[in-house]
């Protein structure tokens, strides 16, 4: 018997299974012109799996035994899985942001309010963040996912269920919230600079809803002073400038990475645009900005 090192295939394991790696490699040979493709694979595997399944759809270079296929089905089809996971992902981050605005369980029990009140404020603050904050997280994650199927990929969000349960936690301890909710899994077969343009189109769709945020923020509270709209558009505008320059940090499964393996200068770019308007934010330097079209109304 012929022992093989564990760097080396036997190309005629090809005749009974569907490999995607020795596919790729046999058409780039085939073609030379074709190089640098990128192979971003999620699947199933084995329940006993050592691999984190979540981690799988960030992973590049990574086969699970699911042979891919050029995406053609409905462009704006949502799967019931789908659907779930971004409802779980969504009703998690409320939570998590209430009680962040509470301060956390310990400032909870020493305030004295009572249960109702707590209850009731947690509920006004939760939904009241899901409408300034969810749009930053869901139609940053439905770019990703709306480019890849432009591309002809497989993609769909998945919620990562240790990453919410850590985050409501450290929100319910500490009064911060630090939650990875979840992401959009890709397969398919692409170049570095379309994996870069899916990684990249996330941030955009941040920076774009931070300018809608504050033209129509700034005439929003021209019409009104309420604390709770005030609430609103200042959550808008600092949870998509945050959630844009974090999104930048070339680390891990994070875009940055993926857009500065593509383009180092598009990296520097937008790594510090989004860090300077998240800086800027916070520090409340749109304000000026933001009292402009306060006074077109």
């Not at 949502?78 to 409320?94: G, Q, R, V």
């Not at 020493?110 to 109702?116: A, E, H, I, K, Y």
């Not at 301890?173 to 994996?195: C, H, R, Y």
Request: a positive charge.
């Amino acid at each position: 018997m012929n022992h093989l090192s564990k760097d080396k295939r036997d190309s005629r394991l090809d005749v009974l299974e569907q490999d995607f790696f020795s596919r790729a490699q046999n058409k780039s040979q085939e073609n030379p012109q074709q190089k640098n493709h990128v192979r971003v694979i999620i699947g199933q595997g084995p329940q006993n799996s050592s691999h984190n399944p979540f981690l799988r759809g960030f992973m590049d270079a990574i086969y699970f035994q699911q042979p891919v296929q050029k995406h053609s089905g409905s462009f704006w089809h949502f799967s019931k899985k789908e659907l779930n996971d971004l409802a779980l992902a969504t009703f998690a981050f409320a939570l998590a942001l209430a009680f962040m605005r509470m301060g956390g369980i310990f400032n909870i029990l020493s305030s004295g309010d009572s249960l109702l009140f707590v209850l009731i404020s947690m509920f006004i603050w939760g939904v009241l963040y899901v409408f300034a904050l969810g749009p930053a997280f869901i139609f940053h994650e439905l770019a990703h996912k709306y480019l890849a199927r432009h591309y002809g990929c497989w993609a769909e969000f998945r919620a990562d269920p240790q990453g919410l349960k850590t985050g409501v936690l450290i929100a319910a301890l500490l009064g911060i919230v630090f939650m990875a909710p979840g992401a959009v899994m890709v397969a398919g077969n692409i170049s570095k600079e379309q994996n870069g343009k899916i990684a990249l189109v996330g941030p955009i769709s941040n920076l774009i809803l931070y300018a809608i945020g504050l033209a129509g923020g700034g005439l929003l509270l021209g019409l009104t002073s309420n604390t709770f709209v005030e609430q609103f558009v200042l959550a808008w505008l600092w949870g998509n400038s945050i959630l844009a320059a974090f999104n930048m940090i070339p680390f891990g499964p994070l875009d940055g990475r993926k857009v500065k393996n593509w383009s180092e200068p598009i990296f520097w770019i937008f790594m510090i645009s989004t860090l300077a308007l998240a800086y800027a934010t916070m520090t409340g330097k749109f304000e000026p900005i933001l009292a402009t079209f306060s006074a077109l109304v």
